[in-house]
């Protein structure tokens, strides 16, 4: 494929899209999410083809996932060769070079310079599992401080710790006890009223924890982590204040707990750095990625001080976790990443973010713009003094986006997330704005 914009040639679903919807319809769980029928056939850098030949520019990624663009040649390249050489081993009981190889990369690029050990899964949602479950076991303690907007994953350990959407969470209880959510620091919206610049330096939702939680609900010699997302992810890529992890950092010190950092979604370049707490300059115990690890081969990586890691042979363990393939993708990933894409992803979302600023003041309906690198939020509200949030707006916004060959997701409950591949160019970006700007005003009439 050739192109790098859009080019919508039937109406939309198209004929063959309808068939694989029908089917989809009577097969697949009902429980997926799909905001708009696309079908997808191929993909090559950020642009995706459908079924029926229409191009659309990809700015969901996949969800964050294919950071390196669809298919990039070099990361098929190692796939196909590994798949011809092994594709399975288990490196729960046997031994193979790359699970070596990329735990020693994960090591050196994930921040903190002590010594480290890694932990292979298989998706974001077992990364945070693993988490978890070496908390508990290293601390002996059973608590979790997790907060309010997070997303860690539906299995049922993570689920406990997210508060995303309460459909996530419905009719699933009892979930796992022990689990305290308190509010995210959101510099737009202050659960405490405050707006920036108080809400950056009386950063009231890290001093809740240690003035109110720990002296009336939650003993702190029972935590055994806080876990947080370094930018909130699903919550609505809300970029806390700057102060934030690092009060987080000390009230763990403090209390003997740990810190693990969610990076499944804004980790990876994401952000214009490998990881998004770099951003702010703390340094986690526990550090968990997925996601764009592996441009879209399943792998959820564990990253602990070595130190933390004083559990068995048997105490946890996955069968297909750090498979060989996925590893060989994820090394791959991560070279294109250092070469070039993280900084790519630097200088496009600095553009975009650029090209979005006035919006606040623009248009009606945006209330905030928010982000780093290629993790950008726009949230949209039916009126900018009282900032009531505006889902249906969001809705038709990222609808007619899709019309227009354009693939945006939201997050939160009225914002809309741009996440496309990191190698995307100035005049992808341009377009996508474009189309989201025309969207935007759209709706606002
Ligand atoms: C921050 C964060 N953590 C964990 C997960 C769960 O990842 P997975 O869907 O691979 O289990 C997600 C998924 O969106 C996420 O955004």
Redesign the pocket.
């Known amino acids: 494929m050739e192109n790098k914009l859009p080019k919508i040639c039937t109406s939309l679903p198209g004929p063959e899209a309808q068939k694989i919807l029908a089917l989809d319809k009577r097969f697949i769980s009902p429980s997926y999410t799909r905001d708009y029928p696309l079908v997808a056939k191929r993909g090559q850098g950020a642009i995706v083809e459908d079924v029926d030949g229409n191009l659309f520019l990809d700015f969901a990624a996949g ?1 964050a996932v294919v950071s390196t663009g669809h298919c990039h040649p070099d990361v098929v390249r190692a796939i196909q060769q590994q798949a011809a050489t092994l594709i399975h081993m288990s490196g729960t009981d046997f031994y193979y070079p790359l699970l070596v190889q990329l735990a020693e990369k994960m090591a050196q690029i994930t921040p903190g310079k002590f010594e480290k050990r890694v932990y292979f899964g298989n ?4 990364a ?1 599992e693993a988490a978890m479950k070496l908390a508990r076991y290293h601390t002996k303690r059973h608590r979790f401080i997790a907060f309010l907007g997070a ?4 299995t049922f350990g ?1 689920l406990s710790l997210t508060a995303s959407k309460a459909v996530q969470r419905r009719g699933f209880g009892p979930l796992l006890s022990g689990v305290v959510h308190v509010p995210y620091p959101n510099p737009y919206r202050c659960p405490a009223g405050h707006r920036a610049p108080e809400c950056v330096s009386e950063c009231v939702c890290a001093e809740y924890i240690e003035r109110q939680l720990f002296k009336t609900a939650v003993p702190p010699e029972e935590v055994a982590a806080i876990v947080v ?1 370094p930018i909130q ?2 919550g609505g890529y809300i970029v806390p204040p700057p102060g934030f992890l690092d009060r987080l950092r000390q009230i763990a010190d403090r209390h003997g707990i740990l810190l693990v950092f ?1 990076e ?3 980790g990876m370049g994401r952000t214009g750095k490998m990881w998004a707490c770099e951003h702010f300059g703390t340094v986690p115990d526990i550090l968990v990625a ?2 764009g690890i592996a441009s879209g081969l399943p792998l ?1 990586v564990m990253v602990a001080r070595a130190e933390l890691m004083d559990w068995g042979p048997g105490a946890h363990a996955s069968t297909f976790g750090g498979n060989p393939v996925a590893c060989a993708a994820a090394l791959e990933t991560i070279r294109l990443l250092e070469e070039k894409y993280m900084a790519n992803a630097a200088r496009m979302g600095e553009y975009i973010l650029g090209r979005l600023a006035d919006w606040p003041h623009k248009h009606a309906i945006v209330g905030d713009v928010r982000g780093k690198g290629l993790m950008i939020g726009v949230e949209l509200v039916k009126n900018r003094e009282t900032r009531e949030p505006y889902p249906e707006a969001r809705r038709k916004v990222i609808q007619r986006a899709f019309e227009q060959g354009l693939l945006i997701l939201g997050c939160g409950e009225n914002t809309v997330r741009l996440m496309p591949p990191l190698l995307i160019d100035r005049e992808q970006a341009d377009f996508a704005v474009d189309v989201v700007e025309r969207c935007i005003a759209e709706v606002e009439k």
């Open positions: 969800i998706s974001g949602t077992e945070v997303f860690h994953g539906r993570s997302e992810g699903e969610d499944v979604q804004c997925a996601k959820g």
